[in-house]
């Protein structure tokens, strides 16, 4: 159902990894790097953008891109080095939702643990007790992110799309309905 952009940023491949997923999913898809996706959307009945996370929201690519999108329907998809249930996870989306462009839609929103930049990793190691990136916990977080994503995470962005697809369905249904009540009231 619809046609499908598919913009992402990415810099060690997991972004794009989802990206390709979430594409050969939605079937008719047009996938561009964020560098490259164009400014006009209105061809486009579903958008879904991907980036990953720096300072707790969307790269920077990625937030630079975001106020160009408007009057569409997104979709939100993410990778980082931490839990997707994690608030740093979540608070993101809140983010990237608030650099959009005005009359967009949230469809929904996926997120996943990804590999972290082997450059930050060699800095983030030298890190000292009081930073929160530092630590035995922080170093068993990566080593967990070091598996991502895997054949689930992608099988999971592959579910988004069916997901988002239904409640499209489901959207017009009502909304068919809504105006067929409106319309029976006026005629009386």
């Not at 561009?32 to 879904?48: K, M, N, T």
């Not at 630079?64 to 999108?69: F, G, H, N, S, T």
């Not at 998809?77 to 997707?84: D, S």
């Not at 967990?144 to 988002?164: E, G, N, Y």
């Amino acid at each position: 159902m619809g046609k499908w952009a598919v913009i992402y940023s990415s810099v060690t491949g997991n972004t794009r990894t989802i990206a390709e997923a979430i594409a050969e999913q939605a079937g008719d898809a047009d996938v561009f790097r964020v560098q490259d996706a164009p400014e006009d959307l209105s061809g486009y009945d579903v958008v879904a953008l991907g980036y990953w996370l720096r300072l707790g929201q969307p790269d920077p690519l990625m937030l630079k891109y975001l106020p160009k999108v408007h009057d569409a329907e997104v979709v939100f998809f993410q990778t980082h080095g931490t839990a997707p249930t994690s608030e740093h996870a979540i608070t993101s989306f809140a983010r990237a939702g608030y650099n959009l462009g005005p009359g967009c839609t949230i469809l929904g929103t996926f997120g996943c643990r990804g590999k972290i930049n082997p450059a930050m990793l060699a800095k983030r190691k030298n890190a000292g007790p009081d930073d929160p990136h530092g630590g035995p916990k922080s170093m068993e977080r990566w080593k967990l992110a070091s598996t991502h994503p895997d054949a689930q995470d992608i099988a999971d962005a592959k579910d988004l799309v069916d997901r988002m697809k239904h409640k499209m369905v489901m959207r017009e249904r009502f909304l068919a309905k809504k105006a067929a009540k409106l319309a029976a009231l006026q005629k009386k």
